[in-house]
């Protein structure tokens, strides 16, 4: 019973399983694709076994090996919230939040006067095609292809101004992440949070009916109706139904009715609405303030974290909540670092990750101990253990972290650089994008006009091969796996996104005399010019810290100042 009915496989696969086992054990990015020797996939071809990826969901090989040979050409789709030339720019105004949810077919956003404003798709599965003309279907159908277009569903107001009197503290309303929670019985669910208060708001959509025109004549009702015929028809005349009214009676009864559904189906429209309503308040848990929100893959947890602590929430419990990290040290004199940004994995729902301000990325595994305070893994680049000056330990500080969809790379952004981790390595990042490198010999002035610390957000795109931030000068900076070099792709949050900045001239150095040579003035003019002479015009007051990409489509969403703007490819 040696053979394959006899229970036990046949040598070759014993062969191939050994093979493969120890293909596993070799590092992912050595060798072939998945891990296995070209032998091993063309026996195992050839024989019919499905050779299996290893490190399934977490470490499975990712389509980023399949980048395409050009980079993305992008191009201006929509704006909302537009300012007109000379329009002063209110504060309250000002994007802080953005977020799709995973179908993609809603768009949010939170600002700092507490307001969530929703977007959905024009041509989303939600549309009702009953209420379409047929050659109004047949063009849908030719158009379902392009880029996807959004619209306003509703505006709310999330959260308000507040004052902790214990610790005379005033709490404001500005909306710090927005996030989508999984969808139930048809309806949407998203979390908003300010500094100390999260709450979880349900989006009901329906359908309202727009009155475009009226009938100028009044329809008679169809009462109105028998009470004239009655008077003018003659009983004797006129044969009576079963139902007791006269035939003629009945025949206009119908007439009217269907003539009065015929001009209401031509007056009315359908208008998609979304109602808000309040159904969890999460308070009372940071004693700092909340920077982070993320929802778990199982679909009834979601984290949230400040400076110091991470807490774990249930969806329907909003009275308790576990804390699973904790860096507070019992002196706060000998406080090191921060938490800085953290975020659940895509798939795994026991994972998470968390950033610092002195440059770490640490994996957690929730099944290890009830309070995570010893990482699995922790992520730092090994370029950066070299000597600590003071500004290097303000920009390596990171801001933001990003999961790729199928878990294998973590993407963070710090002030001056943007880094792809891959899982498998540890040691240091797989791709290191320059950022603000320009701006390295004016540390000393950012520092003292705060811009050091403006946070700048990062995303992934949805098959992980594209990866985008934002910068100064309201531009938004594009990178693709493999393709593009480190520059990769910049456009400007404008209707023109492909204009190119404007080179800043040299300053014309002075000619060296003694007196300047005994001030030093001519050094400094001379390092100035040779630091920014090749530098671009970039203004500060401008940033665009808030990006999102589209999880199905080549779209990105950007927050500038009070206007969100967009760009497909």
């Known amino acids: ?150 619209q306003f569903k509703t505006e709310f107001q999330s959260h308000e101004p ?43 959509e329906g359908k309202v009916k727009k009155v475009k025109e009226m009938n ?24 009576i139904v079963a139902n007791g009214y006269r035939q003629e009676w009945v025949e206009k009864m119908a007439n009217s009715v269907s003539q009065y559904q015929d001009i209401h189906s031509k007056v009315a429209d359908i208008e998609d609405t979304a109602q808000t309503t309040c159904r969890k308040v999460y308070a009372h848990a940071h004693d700092f303030n909340i920077h982070s929100i993320s929802n778990n893959s199982d679909g009834e947890t979601f984290l949230s974290s400040d400076d110091l602590r991470i807490n774990l929430w249930n969806l329907d419990i909003s009275d308790q909540c576990f804390n699973i990290i904790d860096m507070k040290p019992p002196n706060m004199d000998d406080l090191t670092e921060v938490i800085t940004s953290a975020e659940f994995h895509p798939i795994h729902c026991n994972l998470l990750a968390y950033s610092s301000s002195r440059g770490f990325i640490r994996l957690v595994d929730m099944r290890q101990s009830a309070l995570c305070d010893s990482s699995a893994r922790i992520l730092q680049d090994g370029d950066s253990h070299g000597l600590k000056s003071f500004w290097m330990e ?95 792709t910049t456009i400007e949050a404008s209707k023109n996104p492909n204009r190119k900045p404007i080179p800043r001239a040299a300053p014309r150095v002075r000619r060296s005399s003694l007196s300047n040579l005994a001030r030093g003035f001519y050094r400094h003019r001379h390092e100035n010019s040779s630091s920014t002479g090749n530098d671009i015009s970039y203004d500060l007051s401008s940033k665009l810290l808030q990006v999102a990409w589209h999880p199905e489509a080549n779209l990105i969403a950007s927050a500038a100042g009070n206007s969100l703007f967009m760009y497909y490819a």
């Open 162 to 204: 507040e004052f902790d009197y214990l610790k005379s503290v005033e709490i404001e309303e500005r909306i710090n992440k927005v996030k989508w929670c999984a969808t139930s019985n048809g309806s949407q669910f998203i979390l908003s949070t300010n500094d100390k208060t999260i709450k979880l708001w349900k989006v009901k």
């Open 394 to 488: 303000i920009i390596a500080s990171i801001s933001d972290i990003k999961f790729s969809k199928d878990g294998r790379y973590i993407l963070n952004r710090d002030y001056m650089n943007l880094k792809l981790w891959d899982m498998h390595m540890d040691s240091s990042p797989v791709a290191v994008y320059k950022i603000h490198e320009h701006l390295r010999p004016k540390l000393s002035e950012l520092y003292t006009n705060d811009r050091i610390f403006d946070k700048f957000g990062c995303c992934f795109s949805g098959d992980g091969l594209h990866y985008a931030t934002g910068s100064y000068s309201n531009l938004i900076r594009i990178f693709s796996h493999g393709t593009g070099g480190e520059e990769g």
């Open 216 to 239: 100028p004549g009044p329809l008679p009702s169809s009462d109105n109706v028998l009470l004239s015929e009655k008077s003018f028809i003659s009983r004797e005349d006129k044969p």
């Open 1 to 150: 019973m040696g053979g394959p009915e006899g229970g036990s496989p046949p040598p070759v696969a014993n062969e191939l399983a050994t093979e493969n086992m120890e293909s596993w054990r070799r590092p992912q990015w050595e060798g072939a694709p998945n891990g296995g020797s070209p032998t091993t996939a063309a026996r195992c071809e050839e024989l019919g076994f499905a050779l299996p990826a290893p490190w399934e969901g977490t470490l499975a090989q990712p389509a980023m090996a399949l980048g395409s040979d050009h980079p993305l050409d992008w191009k201006f789709s929509q704006v909302f919230g537009e300012r007109a030339p000379g329009d002063e720019l209110q504060e309250v105004d000002v994007i802080s939040a953005i977020g799709f949810d995973k179908s993609g077919d809603h768009l949010a956003i939170g600002d700092r006067g507490g307001r969530c404003v929703i977007f959905g798709r024009k041509d989303g599965k939600h549309n009702l095609e009953e209420h379409r003309a047929r050659h109004e279907l047949e063009q849908l159908d030719v158009t379902s292809t392009k880029h996807p277009e959004f």
